[in-house]
């Protein structure tokens, strides 16, 4: 099986046997798309919530509300047709002792804008490895669709 690595602030789109990797993903969030049916894929790792909070030119995979449109975009250049499922990982509070009483982190900010962005493409998020305080490394299983999300601190688990 082939392996692509995911930095973060981009995104890949991929057929069948291959593994998408991102890892340290801490307040960002990795957003994982996938057509079970035509066995395609893509992975995000997403560093803000909005452009707005980047002096430099964006790129596609930066942002959630560009990411997952530029993913289905790419999906269905490669042949997608069928149902695509998301699946969200990361949106820790690294830093939370940091925080002013009543402030929202970065990660929680990261997360609403992925599920935002998610909802206002009409993509159903059928699994989530979110919050906490924990970097998290995820491992994308194109042709199943598995998406393995470890952590040096907290528990693997299988979304």
């Known amino acids: 099986m082939r392996q692509q690595t995911v930095a973060i602030a981009d995104l890949a ?7 998408l990797v991102t890892t ?8 994982a798309l996938h057509d079970a049916t035509g066995r395609i894929g893509g992975l995000a790792h997403v560093l803000l919530p909005h452009a707005a909070l980047s002096s430099q030119s964006p790129r596609v995979g930066k942002f959630p509300s560009t990411a997952v449109p530029a993913m289905l975009a790419q999906m269905r250049e490669l042949g997608s047709t069928g149902e695509i499922h998301a699946r969200l990982i990361g949106g820790a509070s690294m830093f939370a002792p940091l925080l002013a009483a009543g402030s929202v982190g970065l990660g ?3 997360l609403r804008a992925a599920r935002q962005a998610c909802a206002d493409h009409a993509v159903p998020i059928v699994g989530e490895a979110v919050g906490g305080n924990m970097a998290r490394s995820v491992y994308f299983n194109v042709a199943t ?6 952590s040096v601190r907290g528990p693997h688990v299988e979304l």
Do not use: H, P, Y
């Not at 340290?24 to 957003?31: E, N």
């Not at 669709?145 to 470890?150: C, E, Y």
């Open 13 to 19: 789109v991929v057929t069948d046997e291959t593994l």
């Open 24 to 31: 340290g993903v801490g307040s960002c969030v990795a957003i």
């Open 108 to 110: 929680v900010r990261n």
């Open 145 to 150: 669709g598995a998406v393995q999300v470890r």
